[in-house]
């Protein structure tokens, strides 16, 4: 079975560092999601993608994340400098089109010290 | 994207059929009852949707009341690898609409 690909699965990174994750979505799937999640907390969008295009990023705070999908396919997330607060765990997912069932990878957990 | 009441948690009686409710009174007539779960540490796992008919599959099962204000989704024979935060969402599928999450009820299947 086809599975979202995260790296790596666990960070540790000491504040004002810069970290990024890879995500490989499943093979076909056009767009492409990052979340974080606080321990205790539901998973929230940071930013979609839509092939190599961005169709969400309200909830991305800016000034500090980025995030690419050059050619449409894999895509990072960056933060820089990163901050206690962003401890979390950082998914990504993917889906055929907008609006298809979203499947998600298994994670990558950061801890910022 | 309408919001979903859920127990914060309950617990399961292993071998027995599990019923996990979820509340969605404001829900529209084009979005769908969407479940996923997850076990700790991992990321989230889809198990089914469905808008208004009764759906099955390998999984579980997921029942939607007529009026569609409410809906349960059945898990026939809990096992201990059921034990997950499972999260009940209503979401129009297509668009860009995003799938929202709440905080899902803590599902405990003892033994």
């Known amino acids: 079975e086809a599975e979202v690909a995260q790296s790596p699965r666990y960070k540790i990174t000491e504040k004002s560092q810069a970290v990024a994750f890879w995500c490989d979505p499943i093979s076909g799937h056009a767009t492409l999601y990052w979340y974080r999640q606080i321990l205790g907390q539901g998973p929230e969008l940071l930013v979609q993608?839509?092939?190599?295009?961005?169709?969400?990023d309200s909830q991305l705070p800016k000034d500090r994340f980025s995030a690419e999908r050059l050619k449409g396919v894999d895509s990072t997330l960056k933060i820089q400098p990163a901050e206690l607060g962003d401890s979390a765990m950082y998914l990504c997912?993917?889906?055929?089109?907008?609006?298809?069932?979203?499947?998600f990878g298994e994670g990558s957990w950061l801890t910022v010290v | 994207d309408a919001k979903t009441t859920q127990p914060t948690s309950m617990d399961c009686a292993e071998g027995r059929a599990a019923n996990l409710p979820c509340n969605h009174s404001t829900i529209s007539g084009n979005e769908y009852v969407y479940w996923y779960r997850q076990i700790h540490s991992q990321g989230p796992q889809y198990i089914i949707h469905g808008l208004k008919n009764n759906e099955t599959n390998e999984m579980a099962s997921l029942i939607i009341t007529e009026d569609r204000k409410s809906s349960t989704l059945i898990l026939p024979h809990a096992t201990l690898r059921d034990t997950a935060v499972y999260y009940c969402?209503?979401?129009?599928?297509?668009?860009?609409?995003?799938?929202?999450f709440g905080k899902g009820n803590q599902v405990v299947v003892i033994p």
């Open positions: 997912a993917s889906s055929p089109e907008t609006g298809n069932t979203i499947y």
């Open positions: 969402i209503v979401r129009v599928p297509y668009g860009n609409n995003r799938l929202a």
């Open positions: 993608f839509q092939d190599e295009s961005v169709v969400d």
